[in-house]
T-cell receptor, first 111, second 115 residues
Framework: DAKTTQPPSMDCAEGRAANLPCNHS???????VYWYRQIHSQGPQYIIH???NNETNEMASLIITEDRKSSTLILPHATLRDTAVYYC????????????FGSGTQLTVLP | DTEVTQTPKHLVMGMTNKKSLKCEQHMGHRAMYWYKQKAKKPPELMFV???????INESVPSRFSPECPNSSLLNLHLHALQPEDSALYLC??????????????FGSGTRLTVV
């Protein structure tokens, strides 16, 4: 399975953009990049996913580099409620073994 | 309905007890999952059900017994657990375990304490 590397923690000022990096240098050609977040003591929440192109939805934007070896999740206007652990996950190829969570990034949004 | 509902939210059980965790979804999803999460650790996959059949068992001890009575329900039967089994147990569902371009929907979990 492709693995991901994320910084263990990041801070962001409320109202500013939060940019969360993820390295997935061993990603295979047909593997997607998923982002989830987990607010304390709740279940993980799906944010966004992508294959090659940049993606945007109502929650966030996902920027994937051209070589697909890294990506960045962007929360355009972070709020205190965005404080959570953010997981970058690469899906395995041809397997029903889906989401394998790495250590994630603890994002703390500061007032 | 876009939720995965897990009951109970909290459970305390003795090492000789038998209990069950319940998970329910009405989104028509055909794949359901059990994850275990220890404090300050990421969730770890335990079981995958696809079309009501067990497709993945991640070498989980037999004291954990999953059951999928129908496409909307997933149970986890617990028997003779150890204190180290105390954790947050998360259920999730997705349209299909083989369709990679959809996100999972997770429940809020059951906080299990084994005494």
């Amino acid at each position: 399975d492709a693995k991901t590397t994320q910084p263990p923690s990041m801070d962001c000022a409320e109202g500013r953009a939060a940019n969360l990096p993820c390295n997935h240098s061993t990603i295979s050609g047909n593997e997607y990049v998923y982002w989830y977040r987990q607010i304390h003591s709740q279940g993980p929440q799906y944010i966004i996913h992508g294959l090659k192109n940049n993606e945007t939805n109502e929650m966030a934007s996902l920027i994937i580099t051209e070589d697909r070896k890294s990506s960045t999740l962007i929360l355009p206007h972070a709020t205190l409620r965005d404080t959570a652990v953010y997981y970058c996950i690469v899906s395995p190829t041809g397997s029903a073994r889906q989401l394998t969570f790495g250590s994630g990034t603890q994002l703390t949004v500061l007032p | 309905d876009t939720e995965v509902t897990q009951t109970p939210k909290h459970l305390v059980m003795g090492m000789t007890n038998k209990k069950s965790l319940k998970c329910e979804q009405h989104m028509g999803h055909r794949a359901m999952y059990w994850y275990k999460q220890k404090a300050k650790k990421p969730p770890e996959l335990m079981f995958v059900y696809s079309y009501e059949k067990l497709s993945i068992n991640e070498s989980v001890p037999s004291r954990f017994s999953p059951e999928c009575p129908n496409s909307s329900l997933l149970n986890l039967h617990l028997h003779a657990l150890q204190p180290e089994d105390s954790a947050l147990y998360l259920c999730a569902s997705s349209p299909s375990s083989s369709r990679l371009n959809y996100g999972y929907t997770f429940g809020s979990g059951t906080r299990l304490t084994v005494v």
